[in-house]
């Protein structure tokens, strides 16, 4: 499994240990992935070329694996056809025009002929009144419609989130190497104008905004590993006796890489006589700012209180058949360790579990998917 952006990374050609961002604008939506390729990690590849066409390839073909590290990244939902409906919200107001598929395929036709030339023309024949309408707009008057519709205010949002996170990182916009387009949106000159107000124009690539992404997913058989991480926390719930509320306890941090090199482990027991099943439930945890923090010290669980309050947690599991990850035979009772659990996240982002019961040695779960996270 392989992001657009990432793709778009190998796509270009770019050598190992360069920065790079990856603007990523189509038709409805814009993504902004800081990518690293690195080849000095030394890795067993996932896979080489024996055979392209009527070339054969051997062990001295000088094959080598990459990783792609995605080290920041954000996004959100404004593409091409967003400017598309702008422009006819334009031409209703001014010329009366109703709102259809066909003005909103003649408002894209003029969209793309403004990233060519100066003016633009359509003309709109409605078969039923008989009457044409003349839709003609300029690059100006273009820029404006979209500069009124928050167009820049929302790039340079999604800018600023992943030069925050990149600087989190200890990475400054001048050490990122280039910055790759990706996309038919970016052929929008107003689109390529905003990016150099960010970056050098001699670090911007936007040679092959289609055909990038396709030949970057190319390289996945030839031994490129890609390494991309979460966006939230995760964790599981559990009851607080001190606050006689229910509370969370992180498992996963945001900005872990998957798929996961080693999975995280977790040993619980019964709390009552002769209980039948253990149940977890796992959520999705928004931004920390306080609660209640939890850790193990040894075999023990450590509380300690912090200042301030958790955001919302989104429960994942929290519905019938969903809870329970171990029945026990014999039963469980409290005082003991009874059942280990391994969690881990593939490289499609599936949560699994491994679920070891130790008072009989049994694997009751074996890499089960439990959710996919986002």
């Not at 240990?17 to 990523?24: C, F, G, Q, R, T």
């Not at 001014?94 to 003016?119: C, D, F, M, V």
């Not at 040894?298 to 171990?326: C, F, H, M, Y």
Request: hydrophobic share 35%; charged share 25%; proline share 4%.
């Amino acid at each position: 499994m392989i992001d657009e952006p990432t793709a778009a990374a190998l796509g270009y050609g770019m050598k190992e240990a360069e920065i790079l961002l990856v603007v990523d604008f189509g038709g409805g939506t814009l993504d902004l992935s800081l990518v690293r390729l690195d080849n000095s990690i030394q890795k067993q590849p996932l896979g080489f070329i024996l055979k392209w066409g009527e070339k054969s390839f051997g062990k001295s073909s000088n094959q080598k694996p990459k990783v792609a590290r995605v080290l920041a990244k954000a996004g959100q939902n404004l593409g091409g056809s967003d400017i598309d409906n702008w422009l006819v919200d334009y031409f209703v107001k001014n010329q009366g025009l109703e709102k259809t598929p066909l003005t909103t395929r003649l408002a894209e036709k003029l969209k793309i002929q403004l990233s060519l030339q100066q003016q633009a023309t359509e003309v709109y024949f409605d078969d039923e009144s008989l009457e044409s309408y003349e839709l003609e707009l300029g690059r100006d008057g273009f820029e404006e419609i979209i500069k009124e519709n928050g167009f820049f205010t929302s790039l340079d949002n999604s800018m600023n989130q992943v030069l925050q996170q990149a600087k989190r990182q200890g990475i400054e916009l001048s050490e990122i190497d280039a910055v790759l387009l990706v996309g038919g949106t970016v052929q929008i000159p107003a689109v390529q104008r905003w990016v150099k107000e960010y970056f050098d124009g001699a670090k911007i690539r936007c040679e092959k905004p289609f055909e990038a992404i396709s030949q970057g997913a190319l390289q996945l058989t030839q031994g490129v590993e890609i390494k991309d991480f979460l966006y939230h926390s995760y964790g599981i719930r559990y009851w607080d006796r001190k606050k006689n509320a229910h509370s969370w306890h992180p498992l996963i941090k945001s900005g872990q890489p998957y798929p996961m090199s080693n999975p995280v482990e977790l040993v619980l027991g019964a709390s009552v006589n002769s209980q039948p099943s253990i149940e977890l439930i796992l959520g999705e945890l928004g931004a920390e700012s306080g609660g209640t923090e939890v850790y193990f010290d040894g075999d023990r669980l450590i509380t300690r209180k912090i200042s301030g309050e958790q955001t919302v947690v989104k429960p994942l599991n929290d519905r019938e058949g969903g809870r329970s990850i171990a029945q026990l035979n014999p039963p469980g009772n409290p005082g003991s360790d009874r059942i280990k659990v391994l969690f881990w996240v593939d490289k499609s982002r599936f949560l699994r579990i491994t679920v070891e019961d130790l008072l009989t040695n049994e694997i009751l779960l074996n890499e089960q998917a439990v959710v996919q996270l986002s």
